[in-house]
């Protein structure tokens, strides 16, 4: 599920990211870079885990763990958050069971940790939960005007907007419609579109009139290999429609909740990341054990992904079933990510030509074991099965 439109004011008030109001009519703004953070959906899904004593202390364990200072910004809650109904005067309510404290003194407990918020809807008359209360949460189809008014005076920086039960309307419209509602919310609200990347949103959601963060392109993961590598497959191929500020989105990471391998989930991080992917962690981070935290931590990794030149990686090869996908950087050198999707392991040869590189003499920077050598550019390995290996080739 995903969709989202934040504010670029990135201005700090009294040491606190994320609660300046931007002026009425504020123009939607996006992130330059992939956005970071956490949702909840992964790893509760609509049980009655989820609520804010859980949140708070995700967004404790973001300072706590080190996640804040590697770039993780965005705290996220997804469907499930809100009452059955809405009020009589046709408002949006938090569940009074799950967050008795209301919502905007959850923005305000994780705007204190330097961080930033973010909420869930859909595109349709109701969400995606299928409850047995009333089929499903409140959607936004109709109601986007005072929806949008609502998240502005919770003080919401992220908007993840979902497609369930849209009635069939035409996306475009029901995505524009949100989107003109947050720009005239009188704050900076990210748009990630959820669209599942049924009407191909990478065609139209990074332009007027909906200007989307980010969109997504395939339908939810789950936590599985098999899962994570159809997604991929979708995914990578779009990276010409990527641009600065506008991100395909594979949907959220997978890592740490135990379907996958510490290999497996190592892949997992290191292709969303060379794909300029949002890097939401979809993990309890309350449980986290610290192999998975090591995955989600590793600095070299996120920089690629985080890199200001903006572009995503192009996959230049797959061959057999391997993977090799190449990302220029701003400071001239190459991110290269080398995957094999294979069930046996490859010894694979990358050539410098097949990099797009000229022969020289490069410093490789090995991403995961973060050493240095001289190369010629060209990786040799005997590649695991389901591994990835990266590198940061400069000369």
Partial sequence: MTTLLRGAALGMLMGVLGVVAAPANAA?????????????????????EFNEDMIRGIADKFVSLGL????????????????????KDGHLQPNP????????????????????????????????????????????????KDDAKSFASWDVDYLKYDNCNNQKIDAKK?????????????????????????????????????EAGSWRTTGDITDTYASMLKIFKQNVVLDQYASMGHWNDPDMLEVGNGGMTD?????????WSIMNSPLLIGTDLRKIKPDALKILLNKDVIAVNQDPLGVQGK??????????????????????????????????????ADLGLKAGSYTMRDLWAHTDAKGDGSIKVNLAPHATVMYRISE
Avoid at 112 to 136: Q, V
């Fill in 97 to 144: 069971k799950r967050f008795p404290s209301g919502i905007k003194a959850l923005a305000a407990y994780i705007h204190s940790k330097g961080l930033k918020f973010g909420l869930y809807s859909s595109a349709g008359t109701s969400t995606c939960e299928p409850l047995k209360e009333n089929r499903g949460f409140p959607g936004g189809l109709g109601h986007e």
């Fill in 28 to 48: 939607q703004s996006t992130p330059a870079l992939p956005q970071m953070g956490f949702n909840n959906w992964n790893s509760t899904h609509c049980r009655d």
């Fill in 315 to 352: 996959q230049v090869s797959d061959a057999g079933g391997i993977h090799v996908i190449v990302k220029p950087m701003k400071d001239g050198s190459h991110a290269v990510a080398v995957f094999n999707e294979n069930d046996a392991a490859k010894d694979v040869n990358v050539t410098v």
């Fill in 263 to 271: 290999v497996e989930y190592q892949s997992h991080f290191s292709l």
């Fill in 174 to 210: 029901r995505y524009t419609a949100m989107a003109d509602a947050l720009r005239e919310s009188g704050r900076e609200i990210f748009f990630s579109m959820c669209e599942w990347g049924e009407n191909k949103p990478w065609l139209w959601a990074g332009k007027a009139p909906v």
């Fill in 68 to 87: 804040k200072d590697a770039g993780y910004q965005y705290v996220n809650i997804d469907d499930c958050w809100a009452n059955w109904q809405r009020d």
